[in-house]
């Protein structure tokens, strides 16, 4: 008894203590609690409380009933969406077209930045990051409206192949292409934006490394190898994280604009099917579920990642 009531009483005095500090944190630092409102705010309304919305891939959902009212339907639409003809595909093509982008497109921005970094010259440094920079600013819909423009028969890549003796042709018409082309648009428009925390990252690294870098007789690629990539290191494992949990989501936006029926078979992703499933056929529950399912993969693959950092970089999310 006289364990237990010690015990009690050491909870209590280390609540009391928590709370002292608390108070005591807040009468301090209250201007910066307030800033930090708005963002708490933000998340609270629009990214956690419509979660009570994953009801609806268990519920054969009603729109006149509403979700709540909704008889339950348990895990039928998961079953029939791993039954359906197009799960393999969509599946196939949202982690190929990820995984090009990841291959290719990740390393790309470091490799610039690592560039930009050697060169000396203020202004063409500058100017050169402007022109990199510009493509990220241009809206989806006008970017697929160019591509459109550039791949059709009679577009800009239609004339250099006709020039070259070819046969033109509507490359996004061509299931084969689809996926080139959206990778190579992707990387077009994200390279210079996507290098600017790593062109930070570089600006950290202590200046004397690579004046000893230099004097112990390494040249550019040298300095580059031994104390660029080292520095950067901490970065580039938390924005592989980062991509790497995000294998299994492709915005819709871009594809929708782009895709058709001659190209379903490359171009079909998770979310262009949900958004179809769910807005075009109003089946809420079935997109639901899918949709359920692919954020329970990216959650897998973050934690799945972060630990193979952990372990190999000693940089971690958490």
Request: glycine share 8%; with cysteine; charged share 15%.
């Amino acid at each position: 008894m006289k364990t237990s009531k010690a015990g009690t009483e050491r909870a209590l005095a280390s609540t009391n203590s928590w709370r002292a500090m608390v108070v005591r944190d807040w009468h301090r630092f209250w201007p910066v609690y307030l800033m930090i409102l708005p963002v708490l705010a933000f998340y609270i309304l629009w990214c956690y409380g419509p979660m009570y919305g994953i009801l609806l891939a268990f519920k054969d959902y009603a729109p006149r009933k509403g979700i709540f009212g909704s008889p339950w339907a348990g895990i039928r639409y998961f079953v029939e969406f791993f039954k359906s003809p197009y799960a393999f595909r969509v599946i196939r093509n949202t982690i190929l077209i990820n995984f090009w982008n990841l291959v290719i497109g990740f390393p790309l921005p470091i490799v610039f930045a690592l560039l930009l970094n050697e060169v000396r010259s203020t202004g063409y440094k500058r100017t050169v990051q402007t022109i990199t920079y510009m493509p990220h600013f241009i809206s989806t819909v006008i970017l697929c409206g160019m591509l459109i423009d550039f791949t059709a028969s009679d577009g800009i890549f239609g004339v250099i192949t006709k020039l070259m003796g070819g046969k033109p042709m509507n490359l996004l018409s061509r299931p084969e292409y689809f996926r080139p082309i959206y990778v190579g648009s992707d990387i077009w428009q994200n390279l210079g934006w996507d290098s600017i925390i790593f062109l930070s990252a570089l600006t950290s690294i202590n200046p004397e490394l690579y004046e000893a870098a230099t004097i112990d007789g390494c040249g550019a690629f040298k300095r580059a190898v031994h104390v660029s990539i080292p520095g950067i290191l901490p970065t580039m494992a938390i924005l592989l994280i980062l991509r790497v949990g995000s294998m299994m989501s492709l915005g819709f936006e871009k594809i929708i604009l782009l895709y058709n029926g001659l190209t379903y078979e490359t171009a079909d992703v998770i979310s262009s099917y949900v958004y179809r499933k769910g807005i075009v056929e109003n089946n809420f529950s079935f997109s639901t579920a899918v949709g359920l399912f692919n954020s329970v993969i990216n959650c897998i693959l973050v934690i799945g990642a972060n630990r193979i950092s952990a372990r190999l970089t000693e940089t971690s999310l958490w």
